[in-house]
């Protein structure tokens, strides 16, 4: 048989994000200050865009203007390519190499249009990129690093994430462990024990008594000294530097990163009650940039420019400004129609609290309005809903897991849970089973062992840590 050799031309589809996509999801994700920012940035250095309402607030701009502003933008720094603004993005086609421009061209840092310190987030994300070129397990990084509370610990449990973005479980572990292995030592942990060994493993010290002596922080916390000398087998001198050890170590990593200023969480939506018994949802005027692009200027100045350079700043300009027009209207839109199935889903929480949460996932919300899961997820990054009450909450809080059966969110168990103890009197403490009881008694029927690991994660003590705790007080 005889091997021929032709030329064939085939036709197929594949997905390429351009730049300007990229970019575009990146805005998406942007809280309300870093927008603010990046939109004042540009402000400064694009003369073709001005804030919507002050049309009439300044003089007609002139050629003049046009030339100063274009030495500004050569004196901020190089301006990235046509259409393409200064936020971090990359190009990502159908597979995992990069398509359109190089990946150094269009990495460009939000950090480098804007005078501020890099968050915990920004710089976790600046180590995952330099760490795997694995998409999966970048986007899975990502979503952990932005789940970080602000002392750095990962405080849901890691079998609800799983189940509530459908991956499986040892996947969130692994990406766990790379975020585990950035810097500053002891991110990414889940408790306090994990922090301290994630530190002590850092600096090689991580030995049998010093495992041991982790496993029982309680006893530290009473200065069990002689308790610890028997669990860690070792004598006081020992047992001493390495209480000394532990004291040395960084308890809540992420704090260094905080910002100095209090930040109140300013709502991206507002909803409230309307005369038809529903609910209205509307964004936050006040939180919107609003800018536009002066095409008038942009027509005077065009017949004026000469030179080649000053055409193809003006012509940079008018593609930069369009495109950044255009994404943030497309912004607004988007977070306005997630955040309105996501009151839709979760009627019961605006009617009556936490108690009525309903287990809500990604993919519930990006198959009811026609958008895929990570974009979802890219929306509810950074943005918070307030309430006619008063209470603003992050978008991330509709999200929650199904707890046993009865369709009830986690969130809402461990409401339940807390609520329990709360009422509890002195002499009638409920064991962990007891809870479990009253929970089944009202339709939940869960584990007496997730009992107990809410209990925990919502820092109430075991029943036998409650008893002693009443005996004291009554003494």
């Not at 390429?16 to 540009?42: F, G, H, N, R, W």
């Not at 309402?53 to 933008?73: C, I, M, N």
């Not at 009650?273 to 609003?290: C, K, M, Y």
């Not at 064991?431 to 997730?450: N, P, V």
């Amino acid at each position: 048989m005889s091997s021929l050799q032709r030329l064939e031309l085939r036709q197929g589809q594949s997905l390429v994000m351009t730049p300007q996509l990229v970019q575009s999801i990146k805005l998406l994700q942007l809280s309300q200050l870093e927008l603010s920012a990046y939109v004042e940035a540009e402000l400064e250095r694009n003369p073709l865009l001005q804030e919507a309402g002050r049309e009439t607030d300044v003089p007609a701009p002139t050629l003049a203007d046009f030339l100063q502003a274009k030495e500004r933008s050569r004196t901020a720094g190089p301006r990235p390519a046509p259409g393409l603004p200064p936020l971090r993005g990359e190009a990502v086609g159908s597979g995992t190499q990069a398509s359109g421009s190089g990946h150094g061209e269009i990495k460009l840092e939000l950090e480098s249009t804007l005078a501020r310190h890099a968050s915990l987030a920004e710089h976790l994300e600046a180590q995952l990129d330099l760490t795997t070129a694995d998409p999966r397990l970048r986007a899975l990084g990502e979503y952990l690093i932005h789940s970080l509370d602000e002392a750095g610990y990962l405080t849901e449990d890691l079998e609800e994430i799983a189940e509530r973005i459908h991956v499986p479980p040892d996947e969130i572990e692994t990406a766990l462990h790379l975020v585990q292995s950035f810097d500053p030592p002891g991110i990414g942990a889940r408790n306090l024990a994990e922090c301290l060994e994630i530190q002590l493993r850092e600096r090689d010290r991580l030995d049998p008594a010093m495992r041991l002596l982790l496993s029982r922080l309680d006893l530290v916390a009473r200065q069990d000294v002689a308790g610890l000398m028997r669990l860690c087998g070792v004598d006081r001198e020992d047992l001493m530097q390495m209480l000394g050890e532990i004291r040395g170590l960084e308890p809540k990593p992420g704090l260094i990163f905080a910002a100095s200023t209090v930040q109140l969480l300013v709502p991206d939506i507002l909803v409230r009650p309307n005369a038809e018994g529903g609910f209205t949802v509307e964004l936050n005027s006040e939180t919107q940039p609003r800018i536009l692009l002066n095409r008038s200027y942009y027509a005077e100045v065009a017949k004026q420019v000469r030179k080649d350079e000053d055409k193809a700043f003006l012509s940079d300009c008018l593609q930069t400004a369009s495109w950044l027009t255009r994404s943030l209207d497309q912004r607004a839109k988007t977070i306005l129609k997630v955040a309105t199935e996501i009151v839709r889903q979760q009627e019961g929480f605006f009617r009556e609290g936490v108690a009525s949460l309903r287990p809500l996932t990604l993919k519930v919300v990006a198959e009811a309005i026609g958008m895929h899961e990570s974009t979802v997820s890219r929306v509810i990054t950074n943005k918070a809903i307030g309430i006619s009450a008063g209470a603003t909450y992050p978008m991330k809080y509709f999200f929650d897991a199904a707890a046993g059966e009865g369709g009830h969110a986690a969130k809402a168990v461990r409401h339940r849970i807390k609520q329990f103890v709360e009422d509890e009197a002195p002499g009638q403490v409920l064991s962990d089973e007891a809870i479990a009881q009253k929970l089944k008694a009202e339709g939940i029927d869960i584990a007496r062992r997730t009992v107990a690991k809410y209990r925990e994660a919502l820092r109430i003590p075991s029943s036998a840590e409650r008893r002693r705790a009443n005996r004291l007080r009554l003494t």
